[in-house]
């Protein structure tokens, strides 16, 4: 039994996504981040740097594992699936990987705060995060031009990406332009796991509920703030 300490964002939703995709039994733990429950000393026991998601291995004598991608290159190794095991099919999917961790995950949380959090409106610091969010999003779609999947073979690369690209709007962002980014999108959509992955926690609210999404960006905005 996996122990999943998790919120409704798009890095916990890669590893509920994951879970579902690989079929393994789980328990999930909500962590209320609106009252910074992921700073309290039980929580940063399991994650020093106090964000989520987190995963307890039980059946591997209560093994912590933190990152997601740290999480999902852990379920994908213990499972043998959603990763090649040959040494060239795992570098293009860890390539792949690394990309969403260092790049459209940062770039997307960042164009997420000056776009939606900050009451005041810093327009160079949105265009530029936009712009670099945008930028990523072409590269994505050059490669989905003869690629099915990011990596060949569907993976821990396309769920780790698709958790976050498909928040776009969130960010400010549209991809009509970009026909293989939303043949992509699409088609990870259409999955069931995914589907079941991104209600693993409930969504707070549905995306034309406005008041809900208001108040939502009201409580980002104050842990930005003060730096949670």
Known sequence: MIDLYTAATPNGHKVS?????LGLPYRVRVVDLATLEQRQDWFLALNPNGRIPVIVDRDEGDFVVFESGAILVYLAEKTGRLMPGDPKGRSLVMQ????????????????NVFYRYFPEKIQPAIDRYQGEVRRLFRVLDGRLADH??????????????WAWVRTHKWSGITVDDMPHLRRWLDALAARPACARGIDIPPRSFRADDTDAAR????????????GK
């Open 148 to 161: 099915e999947y990011l990596a060949g073979e569907y993976s821990v690369a396309d769920i780790a990406n």
């Open 96 to 111: 792949w990987l690394m990309f969403q961790m260092g790049g459209i995950g940062p770039m997307m949380g960042q164009a």
């Open 17 to 21: 996504i994951a879970l579902e995709e």
């Open 215 to 226: 108040r939502f960006a009201e409580g980002a905005r104050k842990m930005v703030e003060f």
